[in-house]
């Protein structure tokens, strides 16, 4: 058997080297039977599960203008930048496809910051729940769904493994985790604006010649710390079978980037990773798996409207 689930990790364009975690376990012959995303993960999930190739990712990656990616436009609500570029590729890619309409079962997190409840999305229009997975706080407006105002997933789940062994209970599920283990924290980069973004870049002129810069930097900095250990302590509470760690701790979550330097990083760290999925799928692995209770991690949402 070579059935494998996957929990693809959040963040932001560092997203781009799980292209090159899929096309590893293409070509080593797996087959990705679920695969659960979490902001960036969910994004490039979600246009996997639809039915594209690893390689016909990379194609779409490559010719995306990067400096039009972040453009606000006029259905966005209070935000540093917008997702213009984004939904345009979304909507390009999988149009008005519905999460039945998929090829692979899939499904993503976003986190309502009412109730503090994370939720799982995985039914209706699958752009809707994409752009909820990917709202960053403060960086992204929210999504309105259903009356919630949902944020980015990884607020409470960077790493979905609980989601994916959800999808797939009988199956080893395989964690790409896009930040850097604890030791290598500290030479985190910090969060940089995109300042060819033409709406943003009046404002982070000036933004960035006060003392509220440093105080915000200094905030976003806390917060990553807080992001890093709580990626950590799921991977430690849900336990996936294996945890791939692309090395792209050098990059910011909205940088300008080479996509294929991202892409090979999540080449070699699959391909280092081979031997463990291979003896994830042994017979006591299977045994343990087929006895483990598996909870819904989330709270579903029944049907998934935009909100005005």
């Given amino acids: 058997m070579t059935d494998i689930a996957l929990a693809l990790g959040g963040g932001g364009i560092k997203g781009i080297a799980h292209i090159g975690v899929l096309r590893v376990l293409e070509q080593a012959g ?38 039009r990616l972040f453009v606000r436009t006029k259905e966005d609500g209070p935000s540093i930048l ?99 283990a604890p030791e290598g924290w500290a030479h985190s980069p910090e969060l940089s604006v995109p300042v060819n973004n033409p709406f943003a870049q009046p404002i982070i002129s000036q933004i960035t010649k006060t003392r509220v810069a440093k105080a915000f930097t200094t905030y976003v900095r806390s917060m990553d710390i807080t992001s890093h250990m709580l990626a950590e302590l799921r991977l430690e509470i849900d336990r996936p079978d294996v945890i791939i760690r692309p090395n792209v701790s050098r990059f910011g979550i909205l940088d300008t980037v080479d996509p294929k330097v991202l892409i090979a990083e999540g080449e070699a760290s699959a391909t280092a990773a081979l031997k463990d999925i291979q003896k994830s799928l042994g017979w006591t692995n299977q045994v343990t798996r087929r006895f483990r209770k598996v909870q819904q991690p989330g709270v579903k949402i029944g049907r998934f409207e935009t909100g005005d």
């Avoid at 209706?124 to 960086?139: K, N």
Wanted: glycine residues 10%; aromatic residues 6%; contains cysteine.
């Fill in 82 to 180: 917008g997702l213009g570029g984004i939904v345009q590729t979304l909507s390009e890619q999988l149009g008005d496809a519905t999460f039945s309409d998929l090829k692979i079962p899939f499904a993503c997190t976003a986190v309502d910051t009412i109730t503090m409840k994370e939720y799982i999305l995985d039914q209706g229009r699958v752009a809707d729940a994409v752009l909820a997975t990917i709202a960053v706080p403060g960086v992204f407006s929210p999504r309105e769904v259903n009356g919630t105002i949902l944020v980015d997933g990884g607020i409470l789940d960077p790493v979905p493994v609980a989601l994916a062994r959800w999808l797939a209970p009988s199956l080893p599920v395989i964690a790409v985790c896009l930040s850097p």
């Fill in 30 to 67: 797996f087959n990705i039977k679920a695969v659960a995303g979490t902001s960036a993960g969910g994004l490039m999930g979600s246009i996997y599960a639809y039915g594209k190739t690893s390689d016909e990712i990379e194609n779409i990656v490559l010719n995306l203008d990067q400096s």
